[in-house]
């Protein structure tokens, strides 16, 4: 059986120019970076070269690049670094934002005493930057509001939030994860305070992963010990997992997907009419993603039978207590639940062929029929 791999937004396999650069880094530059002597100034140069080469690539100043160990760690920093510090106020989020922003946000405002607000996106998946700039208030700490949703691929008016509110004076995490690689990313263009970026999704490796705190941010550390990264991020950082990122940087071309994209999206129509809706079709996407749902049908059921035909794709519900529900991006855009329930998410990358999305909606029609024979029988 042939297998696809459709679910380029979950990661990006590690690119060939990665595994060789993680693999030379372990090699010739095993040393610890904080080593005075040879072998640390030899990790501590690779080190910095992957830095540097992150900087240029997102527009911005290599000190300020803070490298962690995933986007889960940068926006978790972000969020508790200005949360710790800040007099009692609320943090302002967008409720479709990734459960690393989400999570984060909830919990570390219960622990140092703020509210958390969350902006609802239009139906189609996109904050309104009206509304979500007129949920913060003079005692919003902190704004959040992601680039691209990792779901929808729904691109967000963060350019249009971040100057509004920059002219307030309110610090914006804006988690770049799914726009890196994707759509023109410039960190000093866009203004945003802190930005946070993950190498897996871009065929680096994964446990890797960077926050940039525009020069001059007041940020707590989350980690103490012995004040690596400039004293942000204490533990001894990983040179090979940062050259193999830098490796992968403008490697993949993921707006060539476009055409392919629309070819899916065209063959899903054809197949299934009305049955099919695409979430946040009429708004600017990510040429790489789609969402869609199938009415009446469940979509990790539909996910595992895709997955016995050799077709990697996410679902767009989660199993809650035994229950499928829509995901909170879904149900956040108040998308018809006959469709929600059935949500599969596409997300196309390097070596995905037409061919194999004709093969893709053949194998989801013929699921389909089953699924239904097997309900009827029920
Ligand atoms: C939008 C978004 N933010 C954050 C993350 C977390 O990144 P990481 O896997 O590096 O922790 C992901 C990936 O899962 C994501 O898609």
Redesign the pocket.
């Known amino acids: 059986m042939k297998r696809v791999f459709l679910d380029y937004?979950?990661?990006c396999p590690p690119l060939a120019e990665a595994i060789e650069a993680f693999a030379r880094t372990a090699r010739e530059a095993g040393g610890n970076p904080s080593s005075l002597h040879w072998s640390g100034r030899a990790a501590r140069k690779t080190l910095e070269d992957a830095r540097e080469a992150l900087a240029a690539f997102v527009g911005a100043d290599p000190g300020e690049i803070v490298l962690t160990?995933?986007?889960?760690?940068?926006?978790n920093l972000a969020i508790a670094g200005v949360l710790a510090e800040a007099p009692r106020g609320e943090i302002v989020i967008s409720a479709i934002?990734?459960p690393?922003?989400r999570e984060a946000a909830k919990a570390w405002a219960a622990r140092f005493g703020h509210r958390v607000v969350e902006v609802p996106p239009e139906r189609n998946g996109r904050i309104s930057a009206e509304r979500f700039c007129a949920a913060v208030s003079s005692s919003t700490r902190l704004a959040c509001l992601?680039w691209?949703?990792?779901e929808t691929g729904v691109i967000q008016p963060v350019e249009e939030v971040v100057s509004a509110l920059a002219a307030r004076g309110i610090p914006v995490l804006v988690?770049g994860?799914?726009a890196l690689g994707k759509i023109p990313v410039d960190v000093h263009a866009l203004g945003a305070d802190f930005v946070?970026f993950?190498?897996?999704?871009i065929g680096g490796v994964?446990?890797?992963?960077a926050l940039f705190v525009r020069r001059g941010m007041r940020l707590a550390p989350l980690l103490a010990g012995g004040g690596q990264e400039r004293g942000r991020r204490s533990g001894t950082e990983n040179p090979p997992g940062a050259a193999a990122f830098a490796a992968a940087l403008g490697r993949v071309d993921f707006a060539a997907c476009a055409s392919l994209r629309a070819h899916l999206e065209a063959r899903l129509k054809a197949a299934f009419g009305e049955d099919v809706m695409i979430f946040g079709e009429d708004a600017p996407r990510l040429a790489n993603t789609t969402m869609f749902g199938i009415r009446g049908m469940d979509g990790e059921t539909l996910l595992m039978q895709m997955d016995l035909a050799g077709f990697a794709v996410s679902a767009g519900s989660a199993c809650a207590s035994g229950k499928h529900e829509p995901s909170h991006v879904l149900a956040a855009m108040r998308a018809p639940r006959a469709y929600a329930h059935g949500a599969i998410r596409v997300s196309l990358g390097p070596g995905v062929r037409s061919e194999d999305l004709d093969a893709f909606v053949d194998a989801l029609e013929k699921a389909r029929e089953r699924l239904k024979l097997m309900a009827g029988w029920g």
Do not use: P, R
């Open positions: 937004n979950a990661t160990s995933g986007a889960t760690e940068a926006n934002e990734h690393s922003v992601m691209a949703n990792n988690d994860v799914q946070s993950s190498a897996h999704k994964k446990g890797v992963g």
